[in-house]
C-alpha cells in the first residue's frame, strides 16, 4: 500500500512540476528561461555575430573540455589569438606552419561559426628571420615589400574562401602619448616601406580572395576626443576616407575596444558617434578585441568584495556601452570579445605593474560575471525601433 501511495504522490509531483513550468514557459510566450540563452542565440536575433579570440593551447587541452565547449556554444564567430600571426605561421623562411590556423578554420565549420582572420600586416608578433634580416640589412626595403606582397598572398589563398573579416592592417597609427604627439603613422612598416605599404596590403589581399571582407583594425578608437592633431579616431577616420578615395578596397573598420576600468572611459553615444562616422564612409564596423580589465590592487588581491565588486561592475558597464554602440548601428557586423575567460586573458601576462586583470566575460572557473550578465540582457532587450537587423557587408570594390 505504502509503495503505492508513494508512487502516486510522486506522480502527481511530477505532473505538477511540468504544468507549472508550461505556465511559466507560457508566461514570456513560450520562450525558455532568458538567462539560459546563450550569448550566439541571443545576438543572432539582431543578426549579430558575436565572437572570441582563441587561444589554441586551450581549445587543445584534453584536461579542459569546458573551453572548447564555451568557445562552440557561445560564440558565433572566432579569431585565431595567435596562429595566423606570421611569426607562428612562417616561423623559418618560406616553410608554413598552417596546423594550428587550419584546425581553428575546422572547429569553427564544424561548429557554424565565421572566422577573424588576424593579422596580416602588423608590427609585432614578426619571425626573426624577418626583422633581423632587415636589421643586418641582408633584406633591402624593396626586398621586405616583396616578402610582405608574398606574405599576404601566400597566406589569403592559403585560407581563401573560409575566412569572413581579415584584419590586413593592425595599430598602424601612434598613440597621442607617443613623440611627437600629433597621430602619425608608426612601427616597422611604415619605418622601412613608408605610408604606401597599407594600400599595397589592402590590394595584395583583395587580389588573393576577393570575397573576404578587409578590416583595418586598432585601438582606442572608441570615440572622438577634439577631432585635434593627437585625435587618433579622427586620424584613422581620415586615412581610412583618403584611402577610400584613392579606391583601396577597405570594407571595415575594427575597434578593438581595450579598456580599463580605472579610466574614464565612454558612453554609450560617444561610441555610437565614432562607430557611425566609419560606416557613413560605407564600412561595415567592429568591435574586434573587446575587454575592460581592472587594478589588482591589494583589496582585490585579498577577496576584498568592497573592492572586487566595483570593477566588476565597472567591467560589466564598459562591455555594455561597446555592445549597445554596436546594436544601435546596423552595419555593426560582429562584436568580439579578446579571451572568454580570466583564466586565458592575455590581460595579465601584459600588465604587471601594477597588476591588471578581471577583464573578461567569465571568471577562472568559467562562472559568468557580471559582464556576461549585462551582454545577456543588452542582447535580450534590444530591439525596434533603434535597433534593427545587422545590413551583411559585401567586398567593395
Ligand atoms: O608560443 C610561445 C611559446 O612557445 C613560448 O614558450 C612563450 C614564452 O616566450 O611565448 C609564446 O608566445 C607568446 C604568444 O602570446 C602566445 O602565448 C608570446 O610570447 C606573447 O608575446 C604573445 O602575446 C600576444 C600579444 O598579442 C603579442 O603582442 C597575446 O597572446 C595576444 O592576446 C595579443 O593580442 C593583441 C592582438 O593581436 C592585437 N591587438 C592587441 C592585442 C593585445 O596585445
Redesign the pocket.
Known amino acids: 500500500m505504502r509503495l503505492r501511495r508513494l508512487v502516486l504522490i510522486s506522480a502527481v509531483a511530477v505532473a505538477l512540476g511540468a504544468t507549472l513550468n508550461a505556465g511559466a514557459v507560457a508566461a514570456n510566450g513560450g520562450q525558455s528561461d532568458p538567462s539560459a540563452q546563450s550569448l550566439r542565440t541571443l545576438a543572432a536575433r539582431h543578426n549579430l555575430a558575436i565572437g572570441t579570440?582563441v587561444?589554441m593551447?586551450a581549445l587543445d587541452d584534453a584536461n579542459d573540455p569546458k573551453y572548447r565547449q564555451l568557445v562552440a556554444s557561445q560564440f558565433s564567430t572566432v579569431t585565431a589569438?595567435?596562429v595566423m600571426?606570421w611569426?607562428?605561421l612562417e616561423p623559418t623562411q618560406g616553410t608554413y606552419n598552417w596546423g594550428p590556423a587550419d584546425e581553428l578554420v575546422a572547429f569553427a565549420q564544424k561548429n557554424h561559426q565565421k572566422v577573424r582572420g588576424?593579422?596580416l600586416v602588423?608590427h609585432?608578433?614578426l619571425p626573426a628571420w624577418l626583422t633581423d634580416g632587415v636589421a643586418n640589412g641582408t633584406i633591402s626595403n624593396t626586398q621586405l615589400r616583396d616578402l610582405l606582397k608574398k606574405h599576404i598572398t601566400d597566406v589569403v589563398k592559403h585560407f581563401k574562401g573560409k575566412i569572413w573579416q581579415w584584419?590586413v592592417v593592425?595599430?598602424a597609427a601612434s598613440d597621442p602619448w607617443d613623440s611627437p604627439p600629433a597621430i602619425h603613422l608608426k612601427g616597422f612598416w611604415a619605418e622601412h616601406l613608408g605610408a604606401g605599404y597599407i594600400a599595397d596590403a589592402f590590394r595584395w589581399a583583395r587580389a588573393a580572395d576577393p570575397n573576404a571582407l578587409l578590416f583595418y583594425?586598432d585601438?582606442n578608437l572608441e570615440a572622438f576626443s577634439d577631432k585635434g592633431p593627437s585625435d587618433k579616431t579622427f586620424f584613422v577616420y581620415n586615412m581610412i576616407k583618403q584611402l577610400r578615395a584613392q579606391g583601396v578596397p577597405v570594407d571595415g573598420l575594427g575597434s578593438?575596444g581595450?579598456l580599463g576600468t580605472q579610466y574614464g572611459n565612454y558612453d554609450t553615444f560617444q561610441v555610437k558617434d565614432a562607430l557611425d562616422a566609419f560606416s557613413d564612409l560605407k564600412l561595415a564596423v567592429a568591435l574586434t578585441?573587446v575587454d575592460a580589465r581592472s587594478q589588482m590592487t591589494a583589496g582585490v588581491l585579498a577577496n576584498d568584495s568592497n573592492e572586487i565588486n566595483p570593477r566588476l561592475q565597472a567591467s560589466a558597464y564598459n562591455y555594455s556601452v561597446l555592445l549597445q554602440a554596436c546594436l544601435l548601428n546596423p552595419h555593426c557586423i560582429s562584436y568580439t570579445v579578446?579571451?572568454f575567460d580570466d583564466k586565458h586573458?592575455?590581460v595579465p601576462?601584459?600588465f604587471t605593474n601594477p597588476p591588471e586583470g578581471l577583464a573578461t566575460l567569465y571568471d577562472e572557473s568559467y562562472q559568468p560575471k557580471k559582464a556576461y550578465r549585462m551582454v545577456q540582457s543588452d542582447l535580450l532587450f534590444a530591439g525596434p525601433p533603434f535597433v534593427l537587423p545587422r545590413i551583411p557587408q559585401t567586398p567593395r570594390r
Open positions: 579570440a587561444n593551447d589569438e595567435n600571426k611569426e607562428v588576424h593579422v602588423w609585432n608578433q584584419d593592425n595599430e583594425n585601438y578593438q581595450h578585441e579578446w579571451g586573458s592575455w601576462t601584459w
